[in-house]
Structures are given as C-alpha cells and as structure tokens.
C-alpha cells in the first residue's frame, strides 16, 4: 500500500523553525514529484511547496518565500520542508502528497494530488 507519513510539526514561537518530514512506505518516492500543502482553522487548503523528481525544480508560495526550504533525499524515501522565521498566520495542518507522472525536472502546486499524508500540526503562538 502506498503510505506518506509526516511527522516534525509542533508548537514554536513566532521567528521560530521547525523541520518538517515526509516518510514515503508502499512506494518509491524517487518516481514523484512531492507537494507540500496546509489548511488553517477555517480557510482551504492551500498549496505551499513543491519539488520535482530530480530535486532540480521546486515552487513556494508567495508567502513563504524566502523563509521556507523543501528538499529531498530519495534515498531515504524522504522528503522534507525547513521552516524559518514562522510567523503566526503558518499556523495549520500540513499535508505532503505525491504526484506520478511529471518529468524529472517538474513539479506543480496544484490540486490534484492522489497520494496524501495524515497531516501534521504546526501552531506558530507566543
């Protein structure tokens, strides 16, 4: 069965980092594109990373620009989002999900996703 399981979330004061991981099970994850995604008390889900097969190609959203790193180590089956500087509106669930299909040097941050994990909170509170 295919598996994405996150883990690394946690309470951090605003300016804080947390590291976020996403262990892939079922499947190898060196044939997917990677999406980070998260939803905030009361608002869509809403894309936030992504990151393509090769590691060569990766998106952010405007918002996290700068403060936010995704990368991967395929062999590992792992892929990760660095976060720094949080700041109290990057208080969410946050998802990974794959995407087959995509060339080695692409990735999208777009619904659509089939594969997702369970989600990890992330509350950003002094």
């Known amino acids: 069965q295919l598996q994405l399981v996150e883990s690394g979330g946690g309470l951090v004061q605003p300016g804080g980092s947390l590291r976020l991981s996403c262990a892939a099970s079922?499947?190898?994850?060196?044939?997917?594109?990677i999406g980070w995604f998260r939803q905030a008390p009361g608002k869509e889900r809403e894309g936030v990373s992504c990151i393509s097969i090769s590691g060569t190609t990766t998106n952010y959203a405007d918002s996290v620009k700068g403060r936010f790193t995704i990368s991967r180590d395929n062999a590992k089956n792992t892929v990760y989002l660095q976060m720094n500087s949080l700041k109290p509106e990057d208080t969410g669930i946050y998802y990974c999900a794959a995407l087959p299909g995509l060339q080695i040097n692409q990735c999208v941050l777009t619904p659509g996703y089939p594969y997702w994990g369970q989600g990890t909170q992330v509350t950003v509170s002094s």
């Open positions: 079922g499947f190898i994850l060196g044939y997917y594109a």
